[in-house]
């Protein structure tokens, strides 16, 4: 049959971590002929690096985003779109240049719907490979964050790899036409490779600060209300901060608030490996991150979720992660449950991660072997 050439799609800080193992175990495979096709939507060069993965061997350049982060909220979204129209027409052409047999993507990145596209109008023999897929949060209303991307980047799938049972549902419940495996979650494999690598120590009773959704950090009320949650917090804080994020806390005057408070530590962003071993240690993790959230529980840290809807229905109804969308008396209540070591605090050192058994990697790699090579 030969060897199958398959396109990995990467371009933010999260698919490249949450595809490092699936790579690493791709490269290793000698049924495939592995090509990293990089959008350039965040710079992650360094993270590649430190998560042993070759260098893109198709990068489409820098999508400007350190330039968007102090625009308004509708002038950034007009250039993120004009930023994708110029990824769809870039990946067409090095899909019609590589001719690969399948494309994997991840999640409800925005890039996904390009990707997509310019697969089905170049050739429809390619095999469309969706990781993370039937994730839902009944949200359609907030594009960046909802469900769009996914349920695109679903329905023109071909294999559709679900984290969980419940994703698992979603997906059978819709009706697709894709083939639905429940693989797992890779986190675990993630995670355990990369604290090997991590090199990070701090000292005394802290928590970790991680916010970074653009429907989060452009809303000048919940970003007030992330300040007030910090200035008030039970720990010390240690809050390391994009070049983004930081931008819109200086459009919005909050930057100089922050720097008042002498349990505030604001640094530059860790890289991947530290920043796992910096939550390793801590007492707790305010995030509106999924991926950061699900590292927070394979740690056994406790984890606020400051988004309102939450990905991770599984956590949700085990209550070993609660929502808080960034309520400042309802954070705080869980902040001080956390350091007197209450029912939550209990609850998560004594579950047991409900997506993934450190094995998810290898399955999602024979079932891409038996699908692909036969």
């Not at 329905?155 to 495996?181: C, H, Q, T």
């Not at 994009?242 to 505030?264: C, D, H, Q, W």
């Not at 605090?345 to 699908?371: C, F, H, N, S, W």
């Amino acid at each position: 049959m030969g060897r199958k050439k398959i396109i990995v799609m990467v371009g933010t800080r999260s698919e490249v971590i949450k595809f490092s193992s699936i790579i690493r175990e791709l490269k290793r495979n000698e049924n495939f002929d592995l090509k990293i096709l990089h959008t350039g939507q965040h710079e992650t060069g360094n993270l590649m690096e430190l998560l042993g993965l070759p260098e893109p061997d198709i990068y489409l350049g820098e999508s400007q985003r350190k330039k968007w982060s102090k625009k308004g909220k509708i002038k950034t979204s007009f250039l993120a779109i004009k930023w994708l129209t110029g990824i769809f027409s870039s990946m067409r052409r090095e899909i019609i240049r590589e001719s690969p047999d399948a494309i994997f993507y991840q999640g409800n990145c925005m890039t996904v719907p390009m990707v997509v596209f310019a697969a089905k109008t170049v050739s429809k023999k390619i095999v469309l490979v969706h990781r993370e897929s039937g994730i839902r949060t009944n949200n359609i209303l907030e594009p960046f964050l909802g469900d769009l991307w996914e349920k695109i980047g679903d329905m023109f799938g071909d294999v559709l790899f679900a984290p969980s049972k419940v994703a698992e549902e979603n997906l059978r419940k819709e009706k697709l036409k894709g083939k639905i495996y429940n693989a797992g979650d890779p986190h675990v494999e993630i995670v355990e490779y990369a604290l090997k690598r991590g090199n990070v120590k701090e000292s005394g009773q802290y928590v970790v600060v991680n916010v970074l959704h653009f429907e989060n950090v452009t809303n000048e009320n919940k970003m007030k209300n992330f300040v007030e949650i910090l200035k008030r917090c039970p720990f010390k804080v240690i809050f390391p901060m994009t070049a983004s994020v930081k931008g819109r806390l200086e459009l919005f005057g909050l930057m100089k608030e922050l720097e008042k408070y002498p349990n505030i530590v604001l640094t530059d962003p860790y890289n991947y490996v530290d920043f796992l071993k910096l939550i390793e240690k801590c007492e707790a993790v305010l995030t509106d991150s999924g991926g950061v959230q699900q590292e927070s529980f394979i740690l056994k840290i406790p984890c606020i979720f400051l988004g309102k809807i939450n990905v991770w229905k599984e956590f949700e109804d085990r209550g070993i992660v609660i929502s808080t969308g960034f309520d400042v008396k309802e954070t705080l209540r869980v902040l001080d449950e956390i350091k007197n070591k209450g029912n939550f605090y209990k609850k998560v050192k004594a579950a047991k991660y409900p997506l993934g058994d450190g094995k998810a990697t290898e399955r999602i790699v024979k079932i891409l072997e038996r699908e692909l090579v036969g």
